[in-house]
């Protein structure tokens, strides 16, 4: 094995270069994996142009697949993990020891690493990460796809959050690759109604092309308005704020029917200051306003990771269009740009080592 690899390192705010740096050896509990994927989640680009990194420097990305190359010493892989096996890596390292670890909400740990932000991460020919973060990919599945296998959980915790039943009309705000997948968990679990709201009409097209429901430019559409029309006049059973910004999560509460659910999950890119007619339509609809962050990894009730895989395994849910832009690991920096400029339509950019 090469004793130096190519990685993405984030050296201050707004400096991301590739470099050839040593290759990072797994301590006990540990894995080695060689990289075959790390998709851009649409969070990297501010956090390395906008907010920083916690500490510098850092090697970004937390959306990643890959195969296990080596074990840390002492290590046992167990029964599905061993050297040779493709798999998905868990981002989120909780400390196993707090209160919410130890009933196995581990999105709400007190004192987690998490690989790609405070811990290196995928931008990179290898990657270390506990053993206990892997998850070996269902025969078949494609590595870059299994690389959005974090978003496509992300979206499905959301989507638990806010209940969906049959029949229900959901409404999406925000188009991203997060509004996509939980466009396509919804379908799958009932809703018959779907609508989606943005103001990037590449964004819509794509959603479009995809069949993923009606959708609305909120630039010269009101889409509360939408939301009555298409809620038989009463406005949506559930609305997913998936965009963060200061309108939407007015306009989430706004779209929502009397005793309706509202998840909010994009995180808000500044302040966000409600009407009194909004928060009096909160109260008098009796609204359930949950918010979503993360995805659920115990076994039971649900793995959200595991569940994930099997549906991107057999493509009931389907990434591929997702995929706008395969990238090789050198040309990273490239990509991030043009990312941070806006300069091309993205749903996700998607790193490959050969
Ligand atoms: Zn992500
Ligand atoms: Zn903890």
């Not at 932000?117 to 020919?125: F, I, K, L, P, T």
């Not at 069949?211 to 509360?224: A, F, K, M």
Request: hydrophobic share 45%; proline share 6%; aromatic share 4%.
């Amino acid at each position: 094995m090469s004793v130096d690899m190519g990685a993405l390192v984030l050296h201050g705010l707004g400096d991301i270069r590739y470099e050839r740096i040593a290759v990072p050896a797994p301590g006990p509990g540990q894995a080695q994996i060689r990289v075959a994927a790390a998709s851009i989640c649409g969070s990297d680009v501010p956090r390395i142009y906008q907010y920083g990194a916690y500490h510098y420097p850092l090697i970004p990305g937390h959306e990643v697949s890959g195969r296990v190359v080596a074990l840390g010493p002492g290590t046992r892989g167990g029964p599905d993990i061993a050297v040779g096996t493709e798999v998905a890596v868990k981002p989120l390292i909780p400390c196993g020891h707090c209160a919410y670890c130890h009933i196995g909400a581990y999105g709400q740990c007190s004192d987690y690493d998490y690989l790609g932000s405070r811990s290196d991460g995928g931008m990179a020919e290898y990657l270390v990460a506990p053993v206990d973060n892997l998850l070996p990919l269902p025969t078949g599945l494609d590595p870059v796809e299994a690389s959005l296998c974090e978003p496509t959980a992300v979206a499905l915790h959301a989507v638990r959050q806010g209940g969906v039943e049959p029949g229900d009309c959901v409404a999406i705000i925000g188009c991203g690759a997060i509004g996509m997948l939980i466009a396509q968990w919804v379908r799958i679990m009932g809703a018959d109604r779907i609508l989606l709201v943005d103001v990037d009409e590449a964004k819509l097209e794509m959603a479009r092309r995809m069949w993923l429901g009606q959708t609305v430019n909120s630039h010269n559409t009101d889409p509360v308005i939408a939301a009555q029309q298409m809620g038989g006049g009463l406005g949506a059973d559930l609305v997913i704020e998936a965009a963060g910004a200061a309108t939407t999560i007015e306009q989430a509460l706004q779209m929502a029917r009397p005793l309706g659910r509202v998840v909010v999950m994009g995180n808000p890119a500044a302040d966000v200051t409600l009407s009194r007619a909004t928060v009096s339509q909160l109260l008098r609809k009796e609204l359930t306003v949950r918010g979503a962050w993360n995805s659920s990894f115990v076994a039971l009730p649900t793995d959200e990771w595991h569940v994930a895989l099997r549906y991107l395994a057999d493509r009931r849910i389907d990434v591929r269009p997702l995929i706008t832009h395969r990238v090789p690991l050198a040309q990273g920096a490239q990509a991030l740009a043009m990312m941070q400029r806006r300069a091309e339509p993205v749903a996700r950019v998607v790193l490959v080592n050969d």
